[in-house]
């Protein structure tokens, strides 16, 4: 449940109600909105008895949260969360671009990409160092040394970077580096890694699993905000289906249920979603028009090279059209997304 007070209620007054739900047995998880301060009361699955907050000072009414995930739901947090990635703020009125290739292969790959993708006018890197793949004799990623070599392109973009973490162990090492650290759709009920990334101060990309459903998303992401922390990123980025002429079938509607149901941010990866490099464009402009807070593309100077995920990797000149596309559709909503930057000393008016 949560407990509302009212607007204007003191210092002390929160305090006693907090005091209350430790006292209890429970964990008090506290969000401030413009008006009023609202309390989560958290913990286990036994009845919370509401008459024991109702008669305290400042309280205006205690509601029951039905559905189990209690931190990530909008009756927790009316108001929409903002995930600051670095400098990059993702759930406002930008929708966030995060582009770059799918696996870290050496530096001029990784350079050659992010230059790219920030002239289209992306906002994060993403690059994989760590990379969890079917075959066992498939490339592995770099490691420690995609994480560097990740590191030296932020340094030269300027760009906050996004990279996967696989598993526990993996875990320091990609906080080290990563300005926002990816749980992968293999890993999104791997609940023991859940609870580690809650426990590290840097903000969370959370993957939707290829099989499902939203409420396991959330409980997913609520995994992590028990643990403290609130800086969690969802990710639609398809669910596997009988269809053959995709890899996944993107669930578009899951960003409106999504936006319904939880104050976090939702963006959508419409490269894994098809695993065709044709199909990426339509699915990245649908995303934007059903009101994603961002999306994560896949983009490979060299396609054919590439060691990862090539046939789905979009060429820069590509990326570049379909970001012009994307900046028409969100204006057209009452959105935008980032335009490419402009040459040194040269006013911006896009590419």
């Keep these: 449940m949560i407990v509302v007070m009212r607007t204007g209620a003191t210092a002390k007054e929160i305090g006693q109600v907090i005091t209350s739900i430790t006292e209890q047995g429970f964990k008090p998880h506290m969000s401030r909105g413009e008006e009023r301060t609202v309390i989560g009361v958290i913990g286990s699955d036994r009845k919370v008895d509401p008459g024991r907050f109702e008669v305290l000072a400042g309280v205006e009414k205690v509601i029951p949260i039905l559905k189990p995930f209690k931190l990530a739901s909008r009756e927790f947090h009316p108001e929409d969360t903002i995930v600051n990635v670095g ?95 990816q749980i992968g759709a293999r890993n999104m009920q791997n609940f023991n890694l859940l609870e580690e990334v809650g426990k590290i101060s840097k903000p969370v990309l959370l993957k939707r699993g290829l099989m499902s459903t939203l409420e396991e998303l959330l409980m997913s992401a609520e995994y992590i905000l028990s643990k403290g922390n609130m800086n969690v990123i969802l990710c639609e980025r398809g669910i596997r289906t009988f269809e053959k002429f995709t890899r996944n079938t993107l669930d578009i509607s899951a960003v409106g249920v999504l936006k319904r149901l939880t104050h976090l941010p939702v963006i959508v990866d419409p490269s894994h979603a098809c695993g065709e490099r044709y199909l990426v464009a339509s699915l990245a402009r649908a995303a934007i028009a059903a009101g994603a807070d961002g999306l994560i593309i896949e983009v490979h100077p060299h396609p054919e090279k590439a060691l990862c995920d090539g046939p789905q990797a979009m060429l820069p000149p590509d990326f570049w059209k379909m970001m012009d596309e994307c900046r028409a559709i969100a204006k057209a909503i009452g959105r935008e997304v980032a335009e490419a930057p402009a040459a040194s000393g040269e006013k911006s008016t896009g590419r």
Excluded: H, W
Aim: hydrophobic share 40%; glycine share 12%; proline share 5%.
């Design 87 to 181: 400098s990059v703020a993702i759930g406002g009125r930008e929708s966030i671009v995060m582009a770059g290739p799918c696996a870290v292969e050496n530096r001029d790959q990784l350079v050659e990409s992010a230059e790219a993708v920030r002239k289209g006018g992306a906002r994060i890197l993403r690059g994989g160092a760590y990379k969890p793949r079917t075959s066992p004799y498939a490339f592995q990623g770099l490691g420690k040394k995609g994480l560097e070599l990740l590191k030296e392109a932020r340094e030269i973009t300027g760009m906050p970077i996004v990279t996967e973490c696989l598993a526990t162990s993996d875990l320091p090492a990609v906080a080290e580096y990563a300005d926002l650290v």
